[in-house]
Nanobody
Framework: QVQLVESGGGAVQAGGSLRLSCAVS????????MSWFRQAPGKEREGVAR???????TYADSVQGRFTISKDNAKNTLYLQMNSLNPEDTAIYSC????????????????????WGQGTQVTVSS
């Protein structure tokens, strides 16, 4: 069992930055694939960034070069640093865990992640 709690969302102007955190509890004795997803109003949930148990990362094209995913194993926390935000980044952001896999699997879909946080709202104004 894994429990995930996000924090750090909020409202920011275009060009600004936010850092999201995802506190992990439960199965924290090993590393596994984790991901950030987002869902904007009227749109499907999409993968934003993911990190394997090894630490290798993958980003959606829309955030490549602007967002950075990282994890602090000592603090059992996953992060998403978001820079150069634009209104298209407005969404509910959720962290997700796939404890069954050390390496992240393809396809990169929400269905592959059995554990989810409650989500945190990010609003970017122009």
């Amino acid at each position: 069992q894994v429990q995930l709690v996000e924090s750090g969302g909020g409202a920011v102007q275009a060009g600004g930055s936010l850092r999201l955190s995802c506190a992990v509890s439960g199965d924290t004795s090993r590393s596994y694939c984790m991901s950030w997803f987002r869902q904007a109003p009227g749109k499907e949930r999409e993968g934003v960034a993911r990190i394997s148990g090894y630490g290798s990362t993958t980003y959606a094209d829309s955030v490549q070069g602007r967002f950075t995913i990282s994890k602090d194993n000592a603090k059992n926390t996953l992060y998403l640093q978001m820079n150069s935000l634009n209104p298209e980044d407005t969404a509910i952001y959720s962290c997700a865990a796939d404890p069954a896999h050390y390496w992240c699997q393809l396809p990169w879909t929400a269905a592959r992640f059995p554990y989810w946080g409650q989500g945190t709202q990010v609003t970017v104004s122009s």
